[in-house]
């Protein structure tokens, strides 16, 4: 799995880009559970934005039909997902672009730098893109002499700050409109000193600072929802205006796009763009659907290239029950639905993928090096309620992702831990009746109980259960005895 | 019908009052009920902690015990019927045993959670009960997404006389509890307890109720935790409460935070409330 020979899929690089954070998803959310001000700015956040999801998902009436038609059309793409790249290539090739493949984060970075360098230029506006996040192409750029802008707003927030983003939709989602105006006092060049922190006021301010962006800017980079293999056209889905002025202006396009995004046909569009904006922002229809393919004499960027990330990709796509994951059209709706997200937040993850999702992809696209991984963690972060598979525009099973992915985690040990051996001890008394009948009789949990019966403390591991719940205490006769007692041996 | 009760490995041991009353609802009903005793787990904590390999043998020890025990088998549990359901054949299919999966299948297909057994199979909703307390229901995640019970407990509930259903804010949020969750997680696993508790609080409801006693066991802790003066009671468990004279069946509801000492009382001395604390 973790093979580096050429031709076999590999897992992203450990050094470049951001798809693992520094600690585990227990330690990191034990501080995110601390703070007041983004419980409440998370929790408002996504309650607003589940109420309004769930009533324009409500008006759709074939809804489910929707669903399965999106999940229908992304299985046949991973299922030969290397015939379609190509078809793409040909396509955006014939119509005047150009296609570079990057196998990680690594050459991606290195290719667009250089195509910035060749268009002569040293700043670049984007488009948020969370596949150029996942490859810290900012940074990349930076060491280049490169400056990168973020013209989406959240994202401009999040850069400012020199923050990490902690949502797809909404980066700045643990930001409230206060904190957000002392950003921008502090970072926003040339803002007015007297700025407040009406919502209208904050978007003119940053409105007028991209302004001047937009129009000096002459390479523009974004990433791609969707792109369609038979006509070779890209599609940017957002909200703001900032992406379509970002695809005009300049006079050079780079897109990075994650393999998977790829669509068979243009026509599949149909579905993907009833599904995104209602399971995403919860409107009835996309405000700023940009389309384009290749280049057009005369007519917005007359340079076009198209960065094709696989990035651990390929190494998903070959596990047939985790390549579902790639499936993702990142809208977030199983972030916004996740009582785990909610109180935790997206920065707990350590990764630019958050939430039920992320907890499955950042782990299938690094790999899990052993127990001590961050990314081992991740798999855990759920209580396995599956809201977000109910959520999920495109059906993707995550609770039965993040199981398998529970699964690699334990196959990553070397040597077994404490609570393998506990496992293997438990699973083998419960194959025997015997030795099943004898361990329920010395469950002995009575003599932490205190004189209520109740148990208000074990030892660890079972503190962490006593930390906030009581236990009760093991009745004096198990069901098996009573059944036995009452109607005799035998069933 | 001949019905196999699952007692499940944390009813079996730890809250035997729900299994026995899931078999006396079913008696009372005039069927025949039987307990293989061989039987021993799931696998659901084997399952969801990711031991899929470790669980094979589990999947292929309750497939032998229950294939030809009866006509259908039932657990008050969704979660150990969601994993029947949904993970024992994955689990098979995993380690290459396709007899295996294919067996699981069938025997996961006449396998009820109790409300569904009660409802769809069955045909009842009246179940002859009589429970006069307030209360709430939680609908546990397993149930709710994973077997889709909708709300079969619910129209058991409202049949239940004396009973007072109120309702429970937020009621499909899950309680936190989600397995190793609860201790691998223990802190994300309180937080969200604290917001099922404020909920179970402001319902004014003096029981809250759910068809998993592993939910149970997490919001009820919490609850006894916090001295909040409302008890968990297990879904079979009321619907196994009646009026009429009954003996050593277990109480009508014996919170799931406390000892589980054999409290025999007659019900028809409860009357609103008194009598179940110890
Ligand atoms: S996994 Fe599904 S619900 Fe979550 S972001 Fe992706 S498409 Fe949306």
């Known amino acids: 799995m973790t093979s580096t020979d050429l031709g076999m899929p590999t897992v992203a690089p450990d050094d470049v880009g951001f798809l693992r954070g520094t600690e585990s998803f227990p330690v990191a959310a034990h501080r995110a559970l601390a703070d007041t001000q983004l419980r409440r700015n998370l929790g408002h956040a996504t309650r607003t934005i589940r109420g309004k999801r769930a009533r324009v998902v409500a008006e759709v009436p074939d809804w489910e039909e929707l669903r399965r038609a999106g999940e229908a059309i992304k299985a046949d793409t991973m299922a030969r997902l290397p015939e379609l790249l190509e078809q793409l290539e040909e396509a955006v090739t014939a119509r005047g672009g150009v296609v570079h493949w990057a196998r990680d984060a690594g050459e991606a970075n290195a290719i667009v730098a250089s195509l910035v360098r060749e268009a002569g230029a040293d700043e670049v506006v984007k488009v948020k893109s969370i596949a150029t996040q996942e490859i810290g192409l900012n940074e990349a750029l930076a060491e280049q002499g490169i400056t990168a802008t973020e013209t989406d707003l959240a994202e401009l927030i999040v850069q400012l700050s020199d923050d990490r983003p902690s949502h797809f939709l909404v980066p700045a989602i643990h930001r409230n409109r206060s904190e957000i105006r002392d950003i921008f006092l502090r970072a926003l060049p040339g803002v007015d000193p007297d700025l407040t922190d009406e919502p209208r006021r904050l978007a003119m301010a940053a409105r007028a600072h991209l302004r001047r962006k937009f129009l000096s800017a002459r390479v523009g980079i974004s990433g791609a929802n969707f792109a369609a293999a038979d006509t070779g056209t890209i599609s940017v889905v957002e909200s703001e205006g900032n992406g379509r002025m970002c695809l005009t202006l300049p006079d050079t396009l780079i897109t990075v796009m994650g393999v998977e995004k790829v669509v068979p046909r243009w026509s599949d569009m149909e579905v993907f763009l009833q599904l995104l904006p209602r399971s995403s922002t919860a409107e009835r229809m996309n405000p700023y659907t940009s389309t384009w393919s290749g280049v057009t004499p005369g007519d917005g960027p007359q340079a076009f290239h198209l960065v094709l990330l696989d990035n651990g990709r390929s190494n998903v796509l070959a596990d047939e029950q985790g390549r579902a994951a790639l499936h993702c059209i990142r809208c977030s709706a199983c972030l916004n639905v996740c009582p785990v997200y909610e109180r935790a937040g997206g920065h707990a993850y350590g990764s630019v993928y958050p939430g039920p999702i992320g907890a499955v992809l950042s782990p299938q696209l690094t790999g899990i090096s052993g127990p001590d991984d961050p990314n081992a963690s991740l798999p855990y972060a759920s209580s396995l309620c599956g809201a977000c598979f109910d959520a999920c525009p495109v059906r993707i099973d995550i609770p039965n992702l993040l199981v398998q992915q529970r699964a690699a985690s334990i196959a990553s040990h070397r040597t077994p831990t404490a609570q393998d051996v506990a496992m293997r001890t438990v699973a083998a008394a419960m194959v025997s009746p015997a030795r099943f009948r004898a361990a329920e009789r010395v469950l002995g949990l009575g003599r932490f109980a205190g004189r209520s019966g109740r148990i208000r403390f074990l030892p660890y591991p079972g503190s962490q259960w006593t930390s906030a719940r009581d236990m009760p205490t093991p009745p004096p006769e198990t069901f098996r005895q009573w059944w036995k007692r009452t109607r005799g041996a035998g069933s | 019908?001949?019905?196999?009760?699952?007692?499940?490995?944390?009813?079996?041991?730890?809250?035997?009052?729900?299994?026995?009353?899931?078999?006396?609802?079913?008696?009372?009903?005039?069927?025949?009920?039987?307990?293989?005793?061989?039987?021993?787990?799931?696998?659901?904590?084997?399952?969801?902690?990711?031991?899929?390999?470790?669980a094979l043998p589990l999947v292929r020890h309750h497939v032998e015990v229950f294939a030809d025990a009866a006509d259908v088998s039932v657990a008050p549990s969704g979660s150990c019927v969601g994993c029947v359901r949904h993970q024992h054949a994955m689990v098979a299919r995993r380690g290459g045993d396709e007899g295996l999966a294919r067996a699981a299948e069938e025997l996961a297909g006449r396998t009820y959670e109790l409300s569904e057994l009660l409802v769809d199979v069955l045909g009842v909703t009246d179940v002859g009960a009589y429970y006069p307390h307030r209360v709430t229901y939680h609908p546990t995640c397993h149930s709710l997404r994973m077997l889709r019970v909708g709300d079969k407990p619910l129209r058991l509930l409202r049949e239940v006389r004396g009973l007072q259903l109120t309702e429970l804010a937020d009621a499909e949020v899950c309680c936190g509890f989600g397995g190793t969750f609860a201790v691998k997680n223990a802190e994300v696993s309180t937080a969200m307890l604290a917001d099922k508790m404020a909920n179970v609080l402001t319902s004014g409801a003096e029981v809250c109720t759910a068809g998993d006693s592993s939910c149970l066991m997490h919001i009820g802790g919490g609850l006894s935790r916090l001295r909040s003066g409302v008890r968990t009671v297990h879904l079979a468990e009321i619907l196994a409460s009646s009026d009429t004279e009954r003996s050593g069946a277990g109480p009508s509801g014996t919170e799931q935070g406390t000892p589980a000492r054999d409290i025999v009382f007659d019900t028809a001395e409860v009357g609103e409330s008194k009598g179940v604390h110890p």
Do not use: S, W
């Not at chain 2, 079996?12 to 729900?18: C, E, G, I, L, T």
């Not at chain 2, 299994?19 to 039987?39: S, Y």
């Open chain 2, 1 to 54: 019908m001949r019905i196999a009760v699952i007692a499940t490995c944390l009813g079996d041991a730890m809250f035997p009052q729900a299994v026995k009353a899931t078999v006396e609802i079913l008696e009372r009903l005039g069927h025949e009920v039987v307990f293989p005793e061989d039987q021993t787990c799931c696998g659901q904590m084997h399952v969801n902690t990711g031991y899929l390999d470790m």
